[in-house]
């Protein structure tokens, strides 16, 4: 009888014949279907960060790298939950996870392997490939983050506008030989930015700083000036008290005229000029695929990207980077020839011409050189520093066969005889010679066979109709002539050492193959 009594109580308890306890039990939501609705929302906070890896990647390293992270951790997270995110295979995995592994092994062979393995985040970067490849899945995402990141560049180049039309620091004309500023070093023609580790806006702060009595004149420092004169940005000593008798305060200073400068190299929000350049030289080759691949140039979608494409190459040249410049030359004569009609072709090149020589005319003012100056102080010391590369890379197997390890450099320059020991430290100013360098000929090789690999995939990919979309083959172009240009720059930059560089590329890398997915594999 007990054993009845409890089987009856087991069974009203698991049957309720309550309504009420029936309806509170169909409240109560399945774990899988939990599991669905967090994965769903997983999905969608995936796309955010993308958005906002779009959106920041022009302007800050701090904050691309906090949305690819969140992005990343994300994504780590949906891969563990029901149903299960589809992975998708691409032409580029060997070599891109090959060239992490032997980048690891090289980091662990390293002179410095505390130092390498940490420059391993940096190394690390090219997941935001498969965070964009893996995760995008439809054509509307595709072309929003496209758009979203050639908008979000041009915040910087209105930026860059601007900054420049209304210029900066006191630029001095009819410098007087009796001027303290000339003998302090000052030569006519600079434009003086900071006195005392403050801003200069006017001639009237400047006669301020240098004004003093002549009893106090001797106890006080020197006020100190930094200028700029054709890139060089030194700090002047000059004497206070040592103003010129005179009424105006131009007089007073030994200065004919003055006016704001607008010399310096435009940087964006990066703070230096070859990374924006490089940065530019990217988008702006998406921009102008996305725009020989319209082909209606009597559109308003025409007309827009035609003024996104002159407005970045027009930062691009004020950035006075030569190797840019000729990058991005390169990339657009490659998306032109082959994306475009011979009359399209043949109109575009007549209109780069005066562009060219604008170009020229630029470098010889704001930088005082030549396009090709055997005289270039920048061309020696690249010339000095690849020979000395090069000779330490040969000389052991060691170093060919694993490199001296990420940034070890930094720390053994002096004991391997680099910078002729006193020249400005730096890197090889060339990525496959640094890539050798540091990580090793295998490593090189396989990084040439992934860039291989990618220029293929484009190559094929815009030679192929069965790309449907503008917007698509836009992608496809203006990545093919944007890696041209990012290697033929990297020949004389490390441009790929810039993680800002590296993250649009990756980027851009991403959304190519989420085309070669989308619209050029079989079903």
């Known amino acids: 009888m007990r054993k009845d009594r409890e089987a009856i109580a087991e069974k009203e308890f698991s049957s309720p014949t309550d309504p009420e306890l029936s309806v509170h039990s169909s409240l109560i939501p399945h774990p899988s279907s939990l599991r669905s609705s967090l994965s769903l929302w997983l999905d969608r906070a995936i796309i955010c960060w993308l958005f906002m890896l779009a959106i920041f990647a022009p302007h800050s390293i701090a904050a691309t790298q906090i949305a690819w992270a969140c992005g990343m951790l994300l994504w780590v997270a949906r891969l563990t939950l029901r149903p299960r995110a589809r992975l998708w295979r691409t032409p580029l995995d060997y070599a891109l996870l090959g060239f992490f592994i032997l980048t690891m092994i090289s980091s662990l062979a390293s002179y410095d392997p505390d130092v390498s393995i940490g420059k391993l985040r940096g190394a690390s970067l090219f997941t935001i490939v498969y965070l964009v490849a893996e995760n995008v899945t439809s054509k509307r995402v595709l072309r929003a983050l496209v758009f979203t990141l050639i908008a979000s560049c041009m915040i910087n180049v209105v930026y860059v506008m601007g900054e420049r039309a209304i210029g900066g620091g006191v630029k001095v004309a009819g410098l007087s030989k009796a001027s303290p500023l000339y003998a302090a070093g000052v030569l006519d023609g600079d434009t003086l930015l900071e006195v005392d ?29 930094k200028i700029y004169r054709f890139e060089a940005t030194p700090t002047f000593d000059v004497a206070r008290g040592r103003l010129l008798a005179g009424e105006t305060t131009l007089d007073k200073l030994g200065i004919g005229s003055w006016s704001r400068g607008r010399d310096w190299r435009a940087a964006g929000f990066y703070g ?40 970045l190459s027009v930062a691009l040249l004020l950035t006075v980077t030569r190797a840019s410049w000729l990058a991005f030359l390169l990339s657009a004569s490659l998306i032109v020839l082959v994306g475009a009609s011979r009359r399209t072709a043949l109109i575009l090149a007549a209109c780069a011409l005066p562009v060219i020589f604008t170009g020229l005319f630029v470098l010889q003012q704001k930088r005082n050189v030549s396009f090709f100056d055997p005289k270039d102080d920048s061309i020696n010391w690249r010339k000095t520093v690849q020979r000395e590369g090069l000779q330490l890379l040969t000389s052991k197997p060691r170093h060919l066969l694993v490199g001296v390890g990420m940034d070890s450099i930094k720390r053994h320059w002096r004991e391997w005889g680099l910078f002729e020991n006193g020249i400005p430290q730096g890197h090889m100013h060339s990525t496959p010679l640094q890539l050798a360098l540091e990580r090793g000929i295998p490593t090189l090789l396989l990084w040439l066979i992934l860039v291989g690999l990618y220029a293929r995939m484009l190559w094929r990919g815009v030679r192929n109709h069965s790309v449907k979309g503008w917007v698509e083959r836009g992608i496809l172009l203006g990545a093919l002539g944007g890696l041209v240009g990012f290697f033929a720059s990297g020949l004389v930059h490390y441009n790929y050492g810039d993680s800002e560089v590296a993250m649009i590329f990756y980027f851009i890398m991403g959304l190519s193959l989420v085309v070669e997915r989308e619209e050029l594999r079989p079903l």
């Not at 006017?202 to 001797?218: F, Y």
């Not at 998406?286 to 996104?308: D, F, H, M, P």
């Open 272 to 311: 230096h000029y070859t990374t924006y350049a490089e940065a530019l030289q990217l988008i702006a080759s998406l921009a102008l695929g996305l725009l020989i691949a319209l082909r209606k140039w009597r559109t308003r979608s025409a007309l827009l990207l035609l003024a996104v494409v002159m407005s």
């Open 197 to 225: 580790n403050r801003a200069l806006h006017n001639p009237e702060e400047l006669r301020a700083a240098l004004d003093a009595s002549s009893g106090m004149a001797e106890t006080q420092p020197p006020a100190r000036v």
